[in-house]
């Protein structure tokens, strides 16, 4: 079944760009019409979403964080990426990446869902001089 | 901040009935999905859509949505069911995704 792995460094300095790599194993990134998301938690605290790209290059970020943000996709290496620029401690976190898939859903209106079945074992970022 | 709100606990005695919501505009027209997480691990999806579980999910968890509100209950609830709870659903602004604020679950 698909899995997914993130990497990258896990000690970034203050002001600098944070770069992680989500791979993704046991299936093609580009097929089944997925989203392929980032999300991140603090030490104690809740799951924030970053981002999302489809297969397609589209993307979409938090307000939160679309400054600063920026999500790809190679497909070539089964691989999605994100960078995040100028950290501080604030952006020490842990950070997941998850397959998320949509579902326009039946019934008059529709009710549509997006859900995340498939997170990567996650990754310890610091950002600390 | 969340658009997304839940209550920050609740506990339940062992083998009784649970129920976490969660509270959001965009509920009115999105179903939420709901996540399990616990300490030190990736969360695991646990309901999506109207009332769907992903293989593997025991039956004893179940989803449902009134008006603004998304329901996760747990029937029967098992010591291993103590954990953080997060719903999700797109934001009734744009593309997004936000998380509730999520339910710490103890279970007595």
């Known amino acids: 079944q698909v899995q997914l792995q993130e990497s990258g460094p896990g000690l970034v300095k203050p002001s600098q760009t944070l770069s992680l790599t989500c791979t993704v194993s046991?299936?093609?990134?580009?097929?089944?019409?997925?989203?392929w998301s980032w999300i991140r938690q603090p030490a104690g605290k809740g799951l924030e979403w970053i981002g999302r790209?489809?297969?397609?290059?589209?993307?979409n970020y938090n307000p939160s964080l679309k400054s600063r943000v920026t999500i790809s996709v190679d497909t070539s290496k089964n691989q999605f990426s994100l960078k995040l620029s100028s950290v501080t401690a604030a952006d020490t976190a842990v950070y997941y990446c998850?397959?998320?898939?949509?579902?326009?859903?039946?019934?008059?209106?529709?009710?549509?869902?997006?859900?995340?079945?498939?997170w990567g074992k996650g990754t310890t970022v610091t950002v600390s001089s | 901040s969340s658009e997304l709100t839940q209550d920050p606990a609740v506990s339940v005695a062992l083998g009784q009935t649970v129920r976490i919501t969660c509270q959001g505009d965009?509920?009115?027209?999105?179903?939420a999905s709901w996540y399990q997480q616990k300490p030190g691990q990736a969360p695991v999806l646990v309901i999506y859509?109207?009332?769907n579980r992903p293989s593997g999910i025991p039956d004893r968890f179940s989803g449902s949505s009134s008006g603004n509100t998304a329901s996760l209950t747990i029937t029967g609830a098992q010591a291993e069911d103590e954990a953080d709870y997060y719903c999700?659903?797109?934001?009734?602004?744009?593309?997004?995704?936000?998380f509730g604020t999520g339910t710490k679950v103890t279970v007595l």
């Open positions: 998850a397959r998320t898939k949509y579902y326009y859903g039946s019934g008059s209106p529709p009710r549509p869902y997006y859900y995340m079945d498939v």
């Open positions: 046991g299936g093609s990134i580009s097929s089944g019409s997925y989203y």
């Open positions: 790209i489809y297969t397609s290059g589209s993307t």
């Open positions: 965009s509920l009115r027209s999105y179903y």
């Open positions: 859509g109207k009332n």
């Open positions: 999700n659903s797109r934001d009734s602004s744009g593309n997004h995704l936000p």
